[in-house]
């Protein structure tokens, strides 16, 4: 009595599974893959209508002839089909998963008996290579692998459905039956806050670089400071989403990293805008520490000495170079030796807690997989030459979108955000199924001394370093940077990364784009290389949203 109540209840659903597997054979229904939009609504992932082929070897009467039917219509080697379907291991086959609306009518004209079909989408890009290594791609079952499509595939992909056909235990179909339908569940539309044309127009730009400067590499991400959304994210070299080379899997995991995020660099004079950040801060705070923003006048000595090690800044301090500098003007001349003044006048304990404000060492929450957290030294094992360093830019390594998203904090009134790619998930409807809203995760500095930053860094661009991103009628500011290249632990001669990083409007920061130029030939300096690029992506961006000129202060 007790095995025949466990095997009554307790077993029923199991071995109702059981039979209904022994006696039905099911094609997969497979559900429409949700699309992936820009912020205006243009489909940047879309899907085109495509069949799977299958097969039963056992309920095929005639694989001979329907091997030669089915390599006529599929273009498939007549061998390989006909050792498919006389295979009678398998209970299904796979024939082709990409099969076009006419081959599948074609073969269903001819009514061979245990061949069936089912809609299968393909995947596709409109635009090919654009935001390639954001958006991502598919793999053979159309589950998301890389990017977008991989970190938010549970949304996408929706939920597959089958049809069933009654069969005996050998597979034959069973005369007179029918077949059951279950219907998939589309998978849902993923709104991006990418703006397609900004970043056309980034990679557009990034693109000239890369070819006029012989680069490694060229990369931009552009940011809206008051909510930290990315609108543009440029890695190049890159390659057509419709196009992937699967066959080579060493080059396809370099054309589809997003080093933006994945990848670290030491940032160089471009980290100066959170030393100079950490150290009107604390002025302002009334610690008598911090080196006065406005007044102090640092040593006009083109070198500091720091256990026992010499640290030089760029410029030989001839001809009055660099004499009498204030911070404001420090900024303009790129001066090392001053940031190492600073960082040593704040000390460890207080710099570090900065760095933690600002997100260094750890990852900035973005939504998206792989993202490194840079690389931060213990400050209990920082010697004081390593921790002077920092304070240039120097002994640490951050992520692009790391130094993107610190200053963007530094500029925006002190409000740190996680940055963004996706701002919703909607229905093939139009109703919004889920609202990604920016996510405040601290304040860094306030909005007084970000204010007082963003006016010197506005002189950078207007009187300094940063002349070549000036665009008259627009207040740009900015701070630029080079940074030598180590390999096996020393300097790699002639390696540089040239970089800039820029905002605007000063007093009101809507776009902030980080651009890198990664070992460039010839000239190399951020100043010449990489804030040119900086200008012509805020001129496109001008256009593009048809920015009026302001007043010059």
């Known amino acids: 009595m007790g095995r025949f109540f466990y095997i009554q209840l307790i077993w029923e659903d199991d071995l109702h599974y059981l039979a209904l597997d022994q006696w039905t054979r099911e094609i997969p229904v497979n559900a429409g893959r949700g699309l992936i939009v820009d912020r205006n609504g243009?489909?940047?992932?879309?899907?085109?209508?495509?069949?799977?082929?299958?097969?039963?070897?056992?309920?095929?009467?005639?694989?001979?002839?329907?091997?030669?039917?089915?390599?006529?219509?599929l273009g498939e080697p007549y061998e390989v089909l006909l050792r498919k379907l006389t295979d009678k291991s398998k209970s299904e086959i796979v024939l082709s998963r990409s099969a076009a609306k006419e081959t599948v009518e074609k073969i269903a004209e001819t009514e061979m008996r245990g061949v069936y079909y089912a809609r299968s989408d393909e995947r596709v890009y409109p635009y090919g290579a654009l935001a390639s290594q954001v958006i991502g791609f598919t793999a053979y079952d159309r589950s998301g692998t890389t990017g977008i499509e991989g970190y938010y595939n549970s949304y996408l992909a929706g939920e597959n459905g089958e049809i069933l056909f009654e069969t005996d235990l050998v597979g034959v179909d069973v005369e007179g039956s029918s077949a059951a339908f279950y219907p998939a569940t589309d998978g849902l539309n993923v709104r991006l806050t990418l703006d397609y044309r900004i970043?056309?127009?980034?990679?557009?730009?990034?693109?000239?670089?890369?070819?006029?400067s012989s680069a490694k590499a060229a990369r931009a991400v552009v940011l809206d400071p008051r909510d930290f959304s990315v609108l543009a994210m440029v890695n190049l070299p890159?390659?057509?989403?419709?196009?992937?080379?699967?066959?080579?899997?060493?080059?396809?995991?370099?054309?589809?990293?997003?080093?933006?995020?994945?990848?670290v660099y030491e940032p160089g004079s471009t980290f100066k805008i959170v030393t100079a950040a950490a150290d009107i801060e604390?002025?302002?705070?009334?610690?008598?520490?911090?080196?006065?923003?406005?007044?102090?006048?640092f040593s006009s000595a083109r070198t500091r000495t720091v256990d026992g090690t010499t640290i030089k800044c760029w410029s030989d301090h001839k001809n009055g170079k660099h004499v009498n500098q204030t911070l404001a003007e420090a900024l303009n001349n790129s001066c090392n030796p001053c940031f190492?003044?600073?960082?040593?006048?704040?000390?460890?304990?207080?710099?570090?807690?900065?760095?933690?404000?600002?997100?260094?060492?750890?990852?900035?929450?973005?939504?998206?997989?792989?993202?490194?957290?840079?690389?931060?030294?213990?400050?209990?094992?920082?010697?004081?030459?390593?921790?002077?360093?920092?304070?240039?830019?120097?002994?640490?390594?951050?992520?692009?979108?790391?130094?993107?998203?610190?200053?963007a904090s530094a500029v925006n009134g002190g409000y740190y955000y996680s940055p963004r790619l996706v701002s919703e998930i909607y229905s093939s409807d139009g109703s919004v199924r889920e609202k990604l809203k920016p996510a405040l995760v601290g304040r860094t500095v306030s909005k007084e001394a970000s204010a007082m930053l963003s006016g010197m860094l506005e002189g950078v661009v207007r009187d300094g370093s940063g002349k070549h991103a000036y665009i008259d009628g627009y207040r740009v500011a900015g701070k630029t940077g080079t940074a030598q290249k180590y390999e096996?632990?020393?300097i790699a001669q002639g390696k540089y990364?040239?970089?800039?990083i820029g905002y605007f409007p000063a007093n009101d920061p809507r776009?902030?784009?980080?651009?890198?130029?990664?070992?460039?030939?010839?000239?190399?300096?951020?100043?010449?290389?990489?804030?040119?690029?900086?200008?012509?992506?805020?001129?496109?961006?001008?256009?593009?949203?048809?920015?009026?000129?302001?007043?010059?202060?």
Do not use: W
């Open 282 to 297: 604390e002025y302002l705070k009334g610690n008598g520490r911090a080196l006065d923003p406005a007044t102090h006048v």
């Open 199 to 212: 970043q056309a127009l980034s990679e557009e730009v990034m693109g000239r670089a890369l070819a006029g």
């Open 340 to 407: 190492v003044d600073i960082a040593l006048a704040l000390g460890k304990e207080t710099f570090y807690d900065y760095l933690a404000k600002f997100r260094f060492g750890r990852a900035t929450g973005i939504d998206f997989s792989g993202e490194a957290i840079g690389m931060l030294l213990p400050e209990s094992t920082l010697r004081d030459c390593d921790f002077s360093r920092i304070g240039f830019g120097q002994s640490i390594a951050v992520t692009p979108l790391q130094l993107a998203c610190a200053a």
């Open 488 to 490: 096996n632990g020393a």
């Open 42 to 73: 243009e489909v940047l992932a879309a899907n085109r209508a495509n069949f799977g082929v299958y097969a039963r070897a056992n309920a095929v009467q005639d694989a001979e002839q329907s091997a030669r039917i089915l390599s006529d219509a």
């Open 238 to 263: 890159s390659y057509d989403l419709n196009e992937i080379p699967r066959n080579d899997m060493e080059t396809l995991n370099a054309l589809s990293r997003n080093a933006l995020v994945s990848d």
């Open 497 to 500: 990364v040239s970089s800039f």
């Open 511 to 553: 776009y902030l784009a980080l651009v890198i130029i990664d070992e460039p030939q010839g000239s190399y300096y951020g100043s010449t290389v990489a804030a040119p690029c900086a200008k012509e992506i805020f001129e496109g961006i001008i256009q593009i949203m048809n920015i009026q000129p302001q007043e010059a202060i």
